[in-house]
């Protein structure tokens, strides 16, 4: 487990196979804190993973700041799936049609 | 019970913004306060990152509903957009347009812009997601004119007449808000 603090979110990560990192966020992921988790997950995507895997239990908040950079890292990466989804982030990317997009279940 | 108070132009203030709507509906439902936090949200980014000003949040709690309001001081007007799922951005007001039960903009040529929206407090109204039917309104005042007109128009239903008025806010249909023009959620808005 690999732990970076940032303002707003926290970022640490299960990298047992760096192809394939687990990044757990933690907190409220929104305008303020979204560039800062950026550069939180960046380390995870330099060794050119074929699937992320996004755990966001600890993820209290989410708005289409979020959104966005989970979009940007599928664009990157290909594969990004969340798992451990709260209700409210649910709901937003419910809102936003990404859920299957996600690998979560309409 | 209507109270107001302005914010910032700083990044920390979506959050700000939020606990303090949050702190008007502590009693409802989690999943309505929810909602209710991410179109905030999405409303105070929307002032911050486009209209790069402070902003001012008024929220009217009533029994049967709330009413948020933000304004700021930009003059481009919001535009609903259809982004593809490549696409990072853009969904701001779709999600404002899937969670509320409805929804406008107020714009003036000088005195900046109000986006709103109103939520049904009453739990058992379901709310459409993405790809709804939703009608948003636009309505542009003059200098002299009143947009809080706009607000009396369509007034919240509570909870004891969800049959009535209640129904026209669930099914989203036309409303009389037609003082300037009104259309459905799928044609693009005034040009920022």
């Known amino acids: 487990m690999v732990v970076a603090d940032h303002p707003g979110v926290q970022v640490t990560a299960t990298v047992d196979d760096p192809t394939a990192p687990i990044i757990h966020l933690a907190g409220e992921l929104d305008l303020a804190s979204v560039d800062s988790t950026k550069e939180g997950i960046a380390l995870y995507l330099a060794g050119t993973p074929v699937r992320v895997t996004f755990d ?48 979560l279940a309409p | ?40 949200s999405e409303l105070s980014t929307n002032a911050l990152v486009h209209a790069a000003s402070g ?75 993405a790809g709804g039917t939703a009608r948003a309104s636009v309505t542009e005042t003059t200098a002299e004119g009143d947009s809080s007109r706009t607000r009396r128009a369509t007034p919240l239903s509570s909870p004891g007449e969800a049959d009535s008025s209640g129904s026209a806010l669930r099914h989203r249909g036309p409303r009389r808000r037609t003082r300037v023009y009104s259309r459905s959620s799928d044609t693009p808005a005034v040009s920022p």
């Open chain 1, 56 to 103: 966001l239990e600890k993820l209290t908040f989410m708005d289409s700041s979020g959104i966005a950079l989970l979009v940007q890292v599928s664009n990157e990466v290909g594969q990004v799936s969340l798992i451990h989804v709260a209700p409210i982030v649910h709901r937003v990317l419910e809102a936003t049609g990404l859920l299957e997009h996600f690998g």
């Open chain 2, 1 to 40: 019970m209507m109270i107001r108070r302005s914010f910032e132009r700083s990044e920390e203030s979506v959050s700000a913004a939020r606990r303090f709507v949050a702190g008007t509906i502590a009693d409802v439902a989690v999943e309505l306060q929810d909602s209710v936090s991410v179109m905030v």
């Open chain 2, 55 to 129: 902003f001012e949040v008024t929220v009217d709690r009533s029994e049967g509903g709330v009413f948020v309001a933000v304004g700021d001081r930009g003059n481009g007007t919001p535009v609903l957009q259809s982004p593809a799922s490549s696409e990072p951005h853009g969904r701001g007001l779709r999600i404002v347009e899937a969670l509320s039960d409805e929804w406008g903009i107020s714009s003036s040529v000088d005195a900046g812009k109000t986006v709103w929206f109103r939520l049904s407090l009453d739990s058992s109204v379901t709310h459409a997601s």
